[in-house]
């Protein structure tokens, strides 16, 4: 048994859906979420600028002590396939591997969408990791820069006229392209769930990649015997690198308005 918190970062608020899941799924679990809001987002930023950013959050999660890190950010996921960020003892995991595991084994047709920022696309990560486990799968991939400033601003609402002409815009060539399965590659992007569910209809499974990471913890930790023992609700701490006061407003529209955990500021180094 292991008692220690488990670590979630991301650039914001979208690692969340991670942290949503593993409340559910790991109610006797302390969690220590990171959101490095003050460098948001990370998705338009280069391959070594991202990396030196997750340098920083891994660091942070060494001094609490953690026993696993979950990178819910996908861009550090996708990034992290070429620029390792752990050391070899350390228990971690990205949402890239889990979400793709997921959308192979779901996919009828072997046409299978995802939608991320603009690095995790340009990186090549995720059409890798599908060929790997289907080797003739069709593999289509599409930028939506516009999503994570459009779920931090609370543009989430499936009757939203300005998210649903943008998310058309974004999805059609799935459309076109007859994708069966959609990775949402981004872990913000589950907010915009019911929106991008309206749009492709229901023939097509959507992966949430926080969902899928957190799934991915309960096997590894409960194989390695390392679950709490404990018979209380776990903690929640959160901590962000701007303002805590919009910080706590985003974090309301993830994980609802009474927010049972206490948040910090934090600065990285």
Known sequence: MNNNAIGVFDSGVGGLTCVSELQKILPNEDIIYLGDTARI????????TVFEYARQDVAFFREHNVKMIIVACGTVSAVMMTYPIFDDDELA???????????????????????ATSAS???GGYGKAIHEIIPDAKLVGK???????????????????VAQIIARDYLQVMIDEDVDTLI??????PL????????????????????????YALRTLSERNMLSNSEKNGRLELYCTDSVELFTENVKAFLGSDINGTIYRTVLK
């Open 93 to 115: 995991s990205g949402v890239l591997y889990p979400a793709v595991w997921a959308a192979c084994n779901a996919t009828k047709n072997k046409r299978i969408g995802v939608i």
């Open 192 to 215: 915009l769930k019911d929106i991008i569910g309206d749009i492709l209809g229901d023939k097509v499974t959507l992966i949430s990649p926080g969902a899928e990471a957190a799934k």
């Open 184 to 189: 949402m590659g981004c872990t913000h992007y």
């Open 41 to 48: 987002p990370y998705g338009t930023r280069s391959r070594e």
């Open 143 to 161: 930028a939506c820069p516009m999503f994570v400033p459009l779920v931090e601003n609370g543009y989430t609402d499936r009757n939203n006229e």
């Open 121 to 123: 696309i340009k990186s």
